[in-house]
């Protein structure tokens, strides 16, 4: 390039869509930085477009990924929480993986996940509706036993009212096949639902949710304490 072509270049005014693309990245980074790092381009610009900001998705992920600007990555590892290898009641799936329900308080999921701790494990039960996407009820132990998803359910149930014949669905793991969870489950009228023996898909609104709650949080922090990581598990969610 010759000084002169240089030199009328950098002249030049910024075009408008130079400029539109400034402020966007503004708005990216501003969503991101917001989010402490943990949402990719498809989060981003879902944040941007409830907020009125005006782009496509592609421009966004284009911009994120031409300024180095990514969301937080999954890890593999993670110990079995679901022993379906028990002599216990195992209840049909009642939900066939019908995951659209109009109204709240009509089908719950359940399940538990392992979060690390420099103390150790500290094992989080969840009950989310599958309407609204929203975690009704949870319990955090240093154990999973039986316990555990008891307690989640006893908060959710406490916290919400439903009505009699909401399905309440889950894996095969011997937390929820025990007496003391059925039981619980027909005093409050409740029916109870199970996934099929090995399909993770059968629940996957519940696997979607605890797979965002790991990359979001539990990848990017080092808890020192159980206690820290109930605290923070119960401020993010």
Not at 71 to 96: C, E, I, K, N, W
Not at 104 to 120: F, K, Q, Y
């Amino acid at each position: 390039m010759s000084a002169s072509g240089y030199y009328a270049w950098r002249g030049r005014p910024e075009s408008q869509r130079a400029a539109a693309n400034r402020q966007l990245l503004v708005e990216v980074r501003r969503v991101h930085d917001h989010h402490h790092g943990r949402y990719g381009s498809p989060r981003v610009h879902a944040a941007l477009r409830a907020e009125g900001v005006a782009a496509s998705r592609g421009r966004v992920a284009r911009l994120m990924r031409r300024h180095g600007i990514r969301g937080a990555a999954a890890r593999r590892f993670r110990p079995v929480t679901t022993d379906s290898r028990h002599g216990l009641p195992v209840a049909p799936d009642l939900l066939g993986q019908a995951f659209q329900v109009a109204e709240p308080n009509r089908v719950w999921l359940a399940d538990i996940t392992c979060l690390p701790t420099a103390e150790g494990w500290l094992y989080l039960a969840a009950v989310l509706d599958l309407a609204t996407r929203k975690i009704v009820g949870w319990a955090m132990r240093d154990h999973m036993r039986a316990e555990l998803a008891t307690s989640a359910q006893v908060m959710a149930i406490q916290r919400q009212r439903p009505p009699v014949g909401l399905i309440q669905h889950s894996d095969r793991g011997s937390q929820y096949a025990s007496r003391d969870y059925r039981d619980m489950l027909q005093a409050a009228g409740m029916r109870q639902s199970m996934s099929r023996r090995g399909c993770c898909y059968d629940n996957a609104p519940m696997e979607s949710f605890l797979h965002t709650l790991k990359v979001e949080l539990v990848h990017r922090t080092r808890f020192e304490t159980r206690d820290q990581a109930r605290r923070e598990v119960s401020d993010a969610y």
